[in-house]
């Protein structure tokens, strides 16, 4: 069973552009959890999705970022017109229910 | 609001014994540890639920005080392998939402 697949690992962007970042859960988990953190810092919630449906988006900034989990394919955060604060490490964890397991994270550099 | 975990950071020698603890200042449903060394994701280690009860497995073990909400993290004779850092995540509800995580605790183990 794999585990929670996250591309791409690292992603560099320039501000004004768009960032697709991608999590494809654990098999047979349908909760995903999407969070940010900064260096040195903890994870700070973003959203929550179970397929098709945003959970809670309560962390997600209301501007510029969306998540969405398709009945088919991976989990997508989108971000929009990139800016240098949103340079951040992006971890995705998947759940049966119950234990939050985490991706590798996608690393993303705004320039 | 995030739960405040202490010490910030430790330094042990190997076979030394750490302890982390993990206060909120909300009534707690669970919480759930995790470490994470740096660039990689963070590793599940356990969760406790409502119930004040202690849990372990080889020489990591952790306990959940419901009264003063709050959790600790024990680990008796260190190995260099425990170096990273320590995240509590703290669920306030059963469900099934997101996790609060704590600021981390830097651990490093010495030879």
């Known amino acids: 069973n794999a585990g929670v697949m996250q591309n791409p690992r690292h992603l560099v962007r320039r501000r004004g552009q768009e960032a697709r970042l991608r999590c494809s859960p654990m098999?047979?988990?349908?909760?995903v959890y999407w969070y940010r953190q900064l260096p040195e810092e903890g994870l700070k919630f973003m959203v929550y999705?179970?397929?098709?449906?945003?959970?809670?988006e309560s962390g997600m900034p209301k501007e510029r970022f969306s998540a969405e989990f398709p009945k088919e394919g991976p989990s997508i955060l989108r971000i929009q017109q990139v800016v240098r604060g949103d340079s951040a490490a992006y971890f995705c964890?998947?759940?049966?229910?119950?234990?939050?397991?985490f991706g590798a994270g996608t690393r993303l550099s705004v320039l | 609001q995030q739960p405040v975990q202490s010490p910030q950071a430790v330094i042990l020698r190997e076979g030394e014994d750490a302890v982390i603890n993990c206060s909120s200042s909300?009534?707690?449903?669970?919480v759930h540890w995790y470490r994470q060394k740096h660039g990689e994701a963070p590793v599940f280690l356990m969760i406790?639920?409502?119930?004040?009860e202690q849990k372990g497995h080889d020489k990591i073990s952790a306990s959940f005080n419901e009264k003063k909400q709050q959790s600790s993290l024990y680990l008796t004779a260190s190995q260099l392998s425990y170096s990273g850092t320590y995240f509590c995540g703290t669920e306030y509800n059963n469900a099934g939402n997101m996790l609060t995580f704590g600021g981390g605790t830097r651990l490093m183990v010495k030879p």
């Open positions: 999705l179970q397929k098709e449906n945003i959970i809670d």
């Open positions: 406790l639920l409502k119930g004040g």
């Open positions: 098999k047979g988990h349908s909760h």
């Open positions: 964890a998947s759940s049966p229910g119950n234990i939050q397991y």
């Open positions: 909300k009534a707690l449903y669970s």
